[in-house]
């Protein structure tokens, strides 16, 4: 028998098996958050999804004390699921960059979900790592997810998707940050159940203690709702509760410039670059997003004392889209017409088809740091990439 309310990870997969999975069908008859809110399945259910959404997971996997360093290297990394787990764990051995990483702060994480092998990707990379880890779940997923992921063989094992911090050193006060929804996530045909949710949790170094932080910021959204997205994050931060602690906040902030809620928005924000000039529009926004279309996301982040601008590197790229790339294709295909393509690569035709965009970043407050970098062979070069985006890293000196 399952307790009242499941308190373990192994409780909590089996109450979503057990008790929530059954009534999935039924959940997915609704066709807007309204009409779920209203359906007497999810009243009934609500407490027990509530409980699974809002539970922190931890272990430790170190088998030895890490000593101090002068230095201490972070990674933040949007890994596509997992999908590609076993590269991505022979690299995170093996890159000379990756494998001498302290900490790493990792989006797109899942447990139990078709498209990445139904692996519990935080847990067997802290396992194969002998890191600690906190995972803390965003969304459960009602379908097996968006675009190529629906044709995909096998089902969902349990279906939860998150964010992820891992470390060399002790992990303390793990908490979970609930930003609200950039859209209705079940209107779609990705059905999820779930709020965008960072993950803190205070990283004890043998001569230092920060704050570190992964944060997936909504891609359908508007420009302001990714700003107010990371308001809510920088509140919780600042509750009076909170120990003050140097801040290393990092992750996928998905800062494209566009109002992505829907088609019509996107591709009117499309037309609207391309009279500003597509060569200009690269080189100034798509690279530099800071600079007017996301100016109110970094001018809040500066306001509230944190600083991007010597973390990142600038106008370097971390994404690169590919207008004929099938699995990119079919992905926003899912919610844009498909004559639009033929526009994109019109537009794109001086660049081989291809629009580099800066979506990935750090901001720090109250700490020393040098030496960012994008790892771009993580992605490029390779028949299969290890992920859809470019991992970005700095290295944090402690005093």
Known sequence: MLSTQPRTPEEIYRTIQERIQPHFAALGQCRSERELDAHPVYRSLEPLIRTVLEAPETADYRLETAAARPRYRFLAWNIERGAEIERQIRAFREHPYLSSCDVLLLTETDIGMARSGNHHVAQRLARELGFAYVFVPTYLNLTKGSGAEFDLPGDNEIGLHGDAILSRYPIGNPRGIRMRNGMDKIAGREQ???????????????????????????????????????????????????????????????????????????????????????????????????????????????????????????????????????????????????????????????????CPLKLDWFATRGARVEAPVVIHDVREGLRIPLSDHDAIGIDVLPG
């Not at 494209?256 to 500003?276: C, E, K, L």
Request: proline content about 6%; glycine content about 8%; some cysteine.
């Open 192 to 354: 999820r159940l779930g709020c965008p949710t960072a993950v803190a949790a205070d990283i004890d170094f043998p001569d230092y203690a920060v704050t570190a932080v992964a944060v997936h910021l909504d891609a359908q959204s508007t420009q302001r709702h990714r700003r107010d997205q990371m308001q809510e994050v920088l509140d919780a931060l600042d509750a009076p509760h909170e120990r003050w602690l140097p801040v290393i906040l990092g992750g996928d902030w998905n800062t494209s410039t566009y109002n992505s809620t829907s088609a019509f928005p996107a591709i009117v924000g499309f037309w609207v670059r391309v009279f500003m000039g597509v060569d200009h529009v690269i080189r100034n926004h798509y690279l530099h997003p800071n600079k007017l279309f996301e100016r109110e996301l970094f001018e809040l982040l500066e306001s509230r004392g944190f600083d991007f601008r010597e973390c990142n590197v600038p106008g370097e790229y971390t994404v690169g889209y590919d207008v004929d790339n099938p699995r990119t294709r079919k992905s926003l295909g899912d919610w844009v017409p498909g004559w639009c393509f033929a526009f994109l690569r019109w537009a794109l035709r001086n660049h081989g088809g291809k």
